[in-house]
């Protein structure tokens, strides 16, 4: 295939934008019947008469969808997030957090994990819009990246809600969406406010990280057409101490402990957010909105094999608090949300930069993962952009009966410059196998996904709805893919609906998982034991998507009094799952090589519940759960993701007074099994225990001085649960991350 160049993509993407653009020069022109729409609120929130036929709002079809739920502002206050978003989502049903792999390898870079398909099936998008920036970290040979994930770069602060789809609701968003999508959607700026707000955290014990923030958000109407928004936010968490997991190690034969793994590693926020809103008339709005953050880290000597303790570098750069990486991640975007006539219109065009700043990291053997280097004139950078459009247009008709139908398209391009490519990982007998010399390999690399969807929302009768939809996606590396789905609500009576749902999706590869040229290169420890020695593990151009079947079936009771209960089944068939072969494609010398290649199959089941009891007027009691039936590739057995067998959330509210509500939260975790097999080698495990069974319990208080002055505070893990993590890679089990113990908390907002 021949290669594609930036000009190419960003002349597709142009051509939406063109579009765009003409929309909004027609919208001027062209009256709407409805002169009352307000245009200022997100299409996601509102709907349209329109020649007395109702257009169903993209909200009103999100919540036809089993599998979906909405972390509001107001959940936001009653547990607040400590550093990231993350901290709110996990206590949704069908979401943990979960390391990148079930491995063990940086094991607390805990993300979103939504029903066990791992944070890489995950796809995050604010105001609608893609986050690609974690992609910019390399990917090891177990699946695993050094990276936080993407659901910390928008400050709690500055959300009116998030929206989490999960299963064949998800399929719609393309690429990425195979597990689930967390929509971050932020304050819109409808009247003018300026607020500001100080957040503390201390935990109890002196070896876990402070978190401090403050956020400042400003916004509101400059004129009759035009409004704006600005943001600021810093936050700084600390590293948990270097000797943190000591006692938890389990002991050498000698009697020592010296793979002793870092705890979780502290974080520097800095989020500039700018918005101009152009209400161009009733019915059509421009947004056009930069962002620019940076995420550096406070270095807790983490890596893959070996401990803190284990070179004086990495122990003394931990012991100091240095920063080793920071990402920068900077956004420019134009929207269009436009009201018609015959319907609705939403469309974007996004550049996502994103600068990933690392100083020099062992590339093989032992020491791989481990810092090299102290100096900030060793960084390497690797650059990734990525260039996001869509258009989405919604139609009502009645043809026999009303329906709603959407038309959609979407681009995305991803061009990688990777500085690290020549380091460390010589290849003998260059031009075999695709892999050119250290110094001619191309630090350039780049694909294309270009989308076309269709989606008919259709009002079989007033209790029976019915929406099929079919995407086709073209990527440039890993060709065509078609995505069907369908998802069905029927309300059974006034006060119970079934509701269902099946759909296609997937993912393409990454670029790392594509490129021959990115070597892993192992001296042992990440070799299959069936072949011995070092090896390699190099990229396959010619790699397939990912692809899973995802099926679910639930029913729901909700009435008048505020009960609300349901349960829900989902059922994931996984195939052609990307992973680092076993089998060896050939030698390059003495030295077998191997590549990404697809697995056959895998399968994930489970259950979701819910329930909401409305236990007297000021009290109000709200529980989910999930029960995991099984997770497992079906080659090895294996879990595809270390999450518990079961997690129950349970919140009680009470409005004690009118200023005064009262919050306890308690989260159970059932047992997390261990993979019995080394990931890399193939052996048995050397340490196969699971994680056993623990409770979180959070007391949080909410207290309105009056509507312009907000104070929260509360203990998170009263009981003081501490949970350490006993190793990095396989040698932990199941003990792979650090829940931080008993800490208190304190936030105080004012705005005018």
């Not at 169903?56 to 959940?75: C, F, K, Y």
């Not at 986050?131 to 659901?151: A, H, L």
């Not at 020099?360 to 650059?383: C, F, H, L, P, V």
């Not at 997937?506 to 290169?521: E, I, S, T, W």
Request: glycine share 8%; aromatic share 8%; with cysteine.
């Amino acid at each position: 295939m021949a290669p594609i160049s930036l000009r190419d993509g960003a002349a597709t993407a142009l051509v939406l934008l063109f579009s765009v653009t003409a929309s909004a020069a027609y919208a001027q022109n062209r009256p709407v019947q409805n002169e009352t729409v307000n245009a200022d609120l997100p299409l996601t929130g509102d709907e349209l008469l329109l020649d007395e036929v109702v257009v169903m709002s993209a909200r009103e079809q999100l919540n036809q969808a089993p599998g979906v739920s909405i972390v509001t502002q107001e959940d936001l206050q009653r547990h607040p997030a400590v550093n990231d978003l993350s901290d709110a989502i996990r206590r949704q049903p069908g979401v943990n957090l979960t390391g990148n792999t079930p491995n063990g390898q940086r094991g607390n870079n805990r993300q979103i994990d939504i029903r066990g398909m791992g944070p890489e099936n995950t796809l995050i998008l604010i105001d609608g819009k893609p986050v690609f920036s974690r992609n910019s970290v390399r990917m090891r040979r177990g699946g695993e990246r050094d990276t936080r994930g993407d659901s910390n770069w928008v400050p709690a602060e500055l959300v009116d809600r998030i929206e989490v789809l999960r299963g064949p609701a998800a399929a719609r968003y393309g690429s990425g969406s195979a597990g689930g999508v967390v929509n971050i959607i932020t304050k819109r700026p409808e009247k003018f406010a300026l607020s500001a707000t100080s957040f503390a955290n201390v935990p109890e014990s002196d070896k876990e990280g402070r978190t401090f923030r403050s956020t400042v958000l400003m916004g509101g109407p400059i004129d009759e057409r035009f409004s704006y928004r600005l943001s600021g936010n810093y936050n700084h968490t600390g590293a948990d101490a270097v000797d943190i997991n000591e006692a938890a190690t389990p002991l050498n034969p000698d009697g020592t402990r010296q793979n002793v793994a870092a705890g979780n590693e502290g974080v520097v926020n800095t989020d500039l957010r700018g918005l101009l809103s152009w209400k161009l008339d009733e019915a059509h709005v421009l947004d056009f909105e930069a962002a620019w953050s940076q995420q550096r880290n406070i270095y807790a000597g983490d890596a893959l094999f070996q401990s803190v303790f284990a070179n004086a570098l990495n122990q003394e750069l931990a012991e100091g608090g240095n920063e080793t990486n920071r990402v920068t991640r900077s956004t420019l975007s134009a929207t269009h949300r436009g009201k018609w006539d015959f319907g609705t219109s939403n469309s974007y065009i996004q550049w996502e930069n994103t600068q990933n700043k690392r100083l020099g990291e062992g590339n093989a053997g032992a020491g791989e993962g481990m810092i090299n280097s102290r100096y900030a004139k060793d960084r390497k950078t690797i650059t990734l952009d990525n260039l996001a459009a869509k258009s989405e247009w919604n139609f009502p008709l009645t043809v026999i009966v009303p329906q709603t139908l959407t038309l959609g398209a979407e681009f995305r391009g991803e061009w990688m410059d990777d500085e690290t490519i020549q380091d460390g990982n010589a290849f003998d007998n260059a031009g075999r196998f695709g892999v050119a010399s250290a110094a001619n390999r191309n630090p350039l690399s780049q694909s294309m996904l270009l989308g076309l969807y269709v989606e008919d929302n259709i009002l079989v009768t007033d209790k029976f709805i019915l929406t099929p939809g079919l995407r086709f996606d073209h990527h440039s590396q890993s060709g065509n893919n078609w995505s069907p789905s369908l998802n069905a609500s029927y309300a059974l009576t006034d006060e119970v609906t079934l509701k269902a749902g099946v759909a296609r999706a997937f993912k393409a590869p990454n670029l790392f998982q594509m490129n021959p040229n990115y070597l892993y290169n192992s001296r042992g420890n990440g070799c299959p034991y069936t072949y011995g020695g070092s090896c390699y593990v190099i990229g396959n151009a010619n790699l397939e998507a990912e692809t899973s079947i995802n099926k679910e079936i639930g029913i729901n009771y909700t009435n008048d009094a505020g009960w609300n209960a349901g349960i829900t089944y989902f059922h994931n068939d996984y195939k052609d799952r990307i992973t680092a072969g076993t089998t060896p494609i050939g030698r390059n010398g003495t030295t077998f090589v191997y590549q990404w290649e697809n697995v056959p199959k895998a399968v994930i089941s489970g259950l979701e519940g819910n329930l909401r009891v409305p236990l007297h007027e000021k009290v109000t009691w709200n529980t989910n759960a999930t029960y995991m039936i099984e997770s497992k590739d079906k080659t090895t057995n294996e879990p595809l993701s270390l999450v518990p067998e079961y997690t129950i959330n349970s919140n009680l509210e009470w409005q004690a007074t009118k200023e005064l509500q009262l919050n306890l939260g308690v989260t159970h975790y059932g047992k997390i099994e261990a993979p019995q097999l080394n990931y890399a080698t193939q052996r048995a495990a050397a340490n196969t225990r699971s994680r056993s069974p623990y409770t979180l319990v959070n007391l949080g208080a909410r207290y309105e001085f009056n509507e312009n002055l907000r104070l929260l505070a509360g203990v998170n893990n009263i009981f003081n649960k501490s949970i350490k993590r006993e190793g990095a890679a396989n040698n932990a089990g199941a003990n792979t991350f650090n829940e931080p113990g008993r800490a208190y908390y304190i936030s105080l907002t004012g705005s005018f």
